[in-house]
């Protein structure tokens, strides 16, 4: 009996010795697997960033392409280039703008508010070209260049490039002019291209003055894109250019 007991005994520490074993993890584990498992998992994370690398690449790459064919909107370009002119009478000037009536055959016919934008646009007097003041515009005639946006309220509001007010009884008002290249010489006459198309014949004697400075300026140095105020008498030959700074 006593050594059937041991026997008991013996068999009874040698399974609680396996079951300690077995609890502290030294049963063999498969290690190429689990090596094998983190290699796949770093492989496709690895896998999956550079996707989303080459997404946002490609992302990027569309939208520079993208934005180099979206146009410039119009502004100095399109005033150098004979903006539309309107004439009419002033009906009212306020703080900041001039409620006018175009009875031209260009753009809309009628009441038009033109918003004056001191930065933008030049308000110039009809005889001698120089600014004018808001308070200073008199009712009478006018002529305006305006700018690229009219909106569609009632009455239109646009913001022009050039507003001539002042304008005296029996004249013609100046007229904006932006050069389509050198002035042309045919023996003695000398001729102005609009890059509207028109032409202007010039006096002999015809004076040419800076736009608010001292520098002296010859027609020789109008060209391509020169933007000129240019007087004409009655026989539509022109006596006086101002030449604006580029």
Not at 19 to 38: F, Y
Not at 122 to 142: C, M, R, T, Y
Request: hydrophobic share 35%; with cysteine.
């Amino acid at each position: 009996m006593r050594k059937k007991a041991l026997v008991l005994t013996a068999s009874l520490m040698a399974a609680i010795m396996v079951g300690g074993c077995a609890s502290k993890g030294d049963l063999p584990i498969d290690t190429e697997i689990v090596q094998e498992e983190t290699s796949s998992s770093q492989q496709g994370n690895s896998t999956e960033a550079e996707s989303k690398s080459e997404a946002e690449s490609e992302s990027t790459a569309e939208s520079e392409s993208t934005a180099e064919k979206i146009p410039e909107e119009p502004g100095e370009e399109l005033a150098a280039e004979a903006p539309m002119k309107i004439a009419g009478t002033i009906l009212e000037v306020g703080e900041d703008s001039i409620s006018v009536e175009n009875t031209s055959d260009a753009g809309y016919h009628g009441e038009i508010t033109l918003n004056i934008d001191p930065d933008n646009t030049l308000v110039l007097d009809g005889a001698d070209g120089f600014p004018v003041e808001l308070a200073d515009v008199e009712k009478g005639n006018f002529e305006a260049y305006l700018g690229p946006v009219m909106t569609m309220s009632l009455p239109p509001q646009t913001t022009p490039y050039m507003v001539i007010v002042n304008i005296p009884e029996d004249e013609r008002a100046p007229q904006y002019v932006v050069a389509d290249g050198k002035v042309e010489e045919s023996g003695r006459k000398q001729t102005l291209a609009g890059s509207d198309g028109a032409e202007y014949s010039l006096a002999q004697d015809v004076d040419i003055q800076p736009y608010l400075t001292r520098n002296i300026v010859r027609l020789e140095d109008i060209g391509q894109g020169s933007r000129c105020l240019v007087w004409l008498d009655e026989a539509g030959e022109a006596q006086r250019i101002v030449l604006f700074g580029e």
